[in-house]
């Protein structure tokens, strides 16, 4: 596809999205219902079909050498589709905030003034290798009242093409129109720079995938953009914990799954307890085939049989790794935590395993990410997980969105002013 090609395409999805954007602001609750519930429906019945398209990208990705991380993110495995297919359900059976009034109170005029709640309009949602992330993106978009145009990653084209082709039937299975969710079919670069300079089209773009492409985005687009850079995230063991439960939550933090933004990357140890609890966590990340990145400090208490030991160096605590990998540094205590956290941290999830409800409280406001926990891993944060259905994306900005962006995520406020008649005196 030539370049006069692709700005014809982008410019025709952008007409085709704002148009359907009308439709899809004012679809009723029972309708939107319809189409996420046939969607669920669709992703199970054809659940074969699109396993069969997504072992095209796979395989393809594997021979051109993808990495992988990127490769494990591409799999449409059964858990994966019926992981979707939940999250539409969830959503179909979330009470709708499209319409709903807040805060309306009286004034001394005699008007009442409130906010309702709007979809955003169209929204661009460009990602790489997670297909699950169309439907996802296309759920929300539904179930928010906007429309949206997506753009996948080219590794995952045959199973974005195919899972398109479901929410396009399932929109017309409930009546709405089928360009509220289009995704670009091409896989050329230049469809990304058109789709992010069309103010005219889209009212805000969601980058979903490697720093460089967020960089990009955020540089060159002249619509706003929800974004995080990294998930450089933080599991911090205090003293006091309960050691047996920092463990399995260390554990997990790590290597639950390895390549999601939301694993951890560094465990801060306080040294308080230090010599009770990395020797047992050494055992299961060795078993576990993790590199361990340490500091002087603590590499004695990490010396396990199997176990691979490395020193730490100042990037270690710059680095997103989405592979078994771990940097492991040991910290006086509550203090040097969150300094360490909000100093190298990218604002994503950290948490704490403590015993002490001050520290744990103290943790909580003092930590500056989009998701602070206490004694839960950090794997934890996503929209699935926290009832949103599904989620767009995960910000780090603190505007528009922060953490995971569900429904409101996509909505914007709107004042109304409800009179009987009143004028300015």
Known sequence: MNTMTVEATMHALGAQARSASHRMAVASTHEKALALRALARLL??????????????????????????????????????????????????????????????????????GQMRVPLGVFGMIYESRPNVTIEAASLAIKSGNACILRGGSEAIESNKALAALVRQALQHAGLPQDGVQLVPTTERAAVGYLITMPEYVDVVIPRGGRGLIERISREAKVPVIKHLDGICHTYVDDPCDLAQAVVIADNAKTQKYSPCNATETLLVARGVAAAFLPQIARVYADKGVEMRVTDEAAPLVQIAGAHV????????????????????????????????????????????????????????????????????????????????????????????????????????????????????
């Open 310 to 425: 490395v020193p730490a160096t100042e990037q270690d605590w710059h680095t997103e790794y989405l592979a078994p990998i771990i940097s492991i540094k040991l910290v006086a205590g509550l203090d040097e935590a969150i300094a360490h956290i909000n100093t190298y941290g990218s604002h994503h999830t950290d948490a704490i395993i403590t015993t002490d409800h001050r520290h744990a409280q103290r943790f909580l406001r003092e930590v500056d990410s989009a998701s602070v926990m206490v004694n839960a891993s950090t794997r934890f944060a996503d929209g699935f997980e926290y009832g949103l259905g599904a989620e767009i994306g995960i910000s780090t900005d603190k505007f528009h969105a922060r953490g995971p962006v569900g429904v409101e995520g996509l909505t914007s406020l709107k004042y109304v002013v409800l009179g009987d008649g009143e004028i300015r005196q």
């Open 44 to 113: 199970r019945e054809q659940s074969a079909s699109l396993q069969a398209d997504n072992a095209k990208d796979v395989e393809r990705a594997i021979a051109s050498g993808l990495a992988a991380p990127m490769v494990d993110r591409l799999r449409l495995t059964d858990k994966a589709l019926e992981t979707a297919a939940q999250g539409c359900e969830q959503l179909a059976d979330m009470p709708d905030v499209i319409g709903e009034i807040i805060g309306l109170r009286q004034r001394p005029s005699g008007i009442r003034v």
